[in-house]
């Protein structure tokens, strides 16, 4: 309940600044057109992510009897979480990573690449889809569509701030008919910066809430915080061919992770701290089993 009201409190954050750059260029049409383009360039993205994303990484669909342990995995965790299977895909890349897509869990698609298989246990691999499948349960999708929506808003305006400054700015100061040329500047560089910040924020929330939930649909936390500790150390060595910062918010482990990338912009938590809620929530679940275990079954251990 804290990811989700912490996802609304950045979106409605994300909403005001481009309401408050709105106001400032003074300019009610162009806001309207910025959000309109936005808006149906995301909506494209939305309803055909997964067969943009699919295709950008040469990911292709696998039948049961091609990946039998694949889909006895996806099977399993489906009937777990309640969810309708999703279409099972392999990328043909070296480096271990894995994402879902779909506009909701009835059009999903779930891809792991060929060197996560080859790294992983079962129980890992596992652990990893549950992650993944989490996004699909969640609809983050959505909610990734909607922060990138207001923040391409954000964005576009803040290239009509700049076109503004350059050519509509003159000598005029504060009047109804041009905008301080000083507060366009401002609108032009700290807009963006704060756009992709919130962005990613809310992509570091929902990554924390994936994890979450996909140990709770595996049922094994220990396992997951392996795998995220695996698939990092790979990813610094092996580089994903066609990896791009737009869809890198969508793999369980920024595929562009050897590269120096800001902490404040990086579309994933800091694995550590991820691993370090894993083990705490496995470390809260062995300590309910023991207090749930007959009294007799805990003092005939104790001799033992």
């Not at 995301?42 to 696998?62: C, P, Q, T």
């Not at 777990?80 to 299977?85: D, H, R, S, T």
């Not at 070296?94 to 779930?110: L, M, V």
């Not at 550590?272 to 007799?296: F, T």
């Amino acid at each position: 309940m804290g990811n989700a009201i912490k996802t609304t409190l950045l979106l409605g954050l994300m909403t005001g600044l481009f309401l408050v750059i709105g106001k400032t260029l003074g300019g009610n049409q162009g806001m309207v057109i910025a959000f309109g383009m936005a808006v149906i360039m995301n909506f494209g993205s939305y309803w055909f992510s997964d067969k943009i994303v699919l295709a950008m990484y040469r990911g292709r669909e696998v039948a049961p009897d091609e990946a039998p342990e694949l889909h006895a995995i996806v099977d399993r965790l489906c009937h777990n979480a309640g969810l309708p299977k999703p279409k099972v895909y392999v990328l043909p890349d070296d480096q271990p990573n894995a994402f879902a897509t779909g506009r909701n869990p009835q059009h999903a698609a779930i891809a792991a690449t060929q060197g996560i298989m080859r790294l992983l246990s079962t129980d890992e691999l596992e652990g990893v889809l549950a992650h993944e499948l989490a996004h699909v349960k969640h609809r983050d999708i959505l909610i990734s569509s909607v922060a990138a929506t207001v923040a391409g808003a954000v964005m576009m305006l803040a290239q009509f701030a700049r076109f503004a400054a350059i050519f509509g700015g003159g000598d005029r100061r504060d009047s109804r008919d041009g905008a301080n040329p000083i507060v366009l500047l401002a609108t032009v560089i700290l807009a963006p910066i704060a756009a992709s910040m919130i962005h990613m924020w809310i992509s570091r929330t929902r990554e924390f809430a994936a994890d979450a939930g996909g140990a709770e649909i595996s049922g094994k936390p220990h396992a997951l915080a392996n795998a995220l500790r695996k698939i990092e150390a790979a990813a610094q060595r092996i580089p994903m061919e066609n990896a791009a910062p737009a869809t890198a918010h969508m793999f369980i482990i920024n595929p562009l992770s050897g590269q120096s990338l800001a902490g404040l912009f990086s579309s994933h938590p800091p694995t550590a701290e991820r691993v370090a809620r894993l083990e705490a929530m496995a470390q809260s679940a062995e300590q309910a089993a023991r207090a749930a275990e007959p009294l007799g079954d805990r003092d005939f251990r104790r001799f033992l």
